[in-house]
């Protein structure tokens, strides 16, 4: 038995692309409310989730006043839509906020314990997480001092050695 953690059914499941667009209005501000289905993974940090997204909500409506400063208005309603259709941005950050936190909890819980290095579905992985698919490694040490999760975007898996099967989300 083993606990497979696999950071992109993680947010699929929890943390939808949709429940991420809505996260922040289009009048570029984040309403806590917004935030409630995080309420899934009581370990996170609310508040730190919200703070990616409200800052991200200021980058989008720095830009579309710069915009408006050079009297590009088409720009910057298109920029405009594109946080209201596919904010892009907003999903990569807060989407990595959240595997960052999990990432920190399973250090938590689970260190000293042994696991296996599982692949990222990521575009474009890491070459040097490549290398490391497979390996057995212990939570907290990693390989090399690195192990899933530690660096932004990484969107590797874990095989978590234990008798159990489920990963403890409490
Ligand atoms: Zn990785």
């Keep these: 038995m083993s606990i497979i953690y696999d950071p992109r059914k993680l947010l699929r499941e929890v943390v939808p692309e949709t429940k991420i667009k809505r996260m922040v209005s289009r009048r570029l ?11 899934a993974l009581p370990f996170i940090d609310k508040k730190a989730v919200a703070s990616v997204a409200l800052k991200t909500a200021k ?3 720095k830009r579309v006043d710069k915009l408006a400063q050079k009297k590009d208005r088409d720009a910057g309603r298109d920029l405009e839509s594109d946080l209201a259709k596919n904010p892009r941005q ?5 989407e ?3 595997i960052f936190q999990v990432h920190l909890m399973i250090k938590e819980k689970y ?3 042994q696991a296996r290095w599982l692949p990222s579905d990521a575009e ?8 490391n698919y ?4 212990t939570i907290g040490e990693g390989i090399n001092g690195v192990e899933p999760g530690d660096e932004p975007g990484c969107k590797c898996g874990v095989e978590i050695l234990v008798n159990e099967t489920e990963l403890d989300l409490g």
């Design 124 to 131: 474009e992985p890491r070459p040097e997480h490549q290398a």
């Design 59 to 61: 980058d989008y409506k």
């Design 29 to 39: 501000d984040v309403k806590r409310a917004s935030l409630s289905f995080i309420d």
């Design 96 to 98: 990595n906020e959240v």
């Design 134 to 137: 497979g390996k057995v490694y």
């Design 111 to 113: 260190r000293g314990q």
């Design 90 to 94: 907003l999903i990569n950050r807060v």
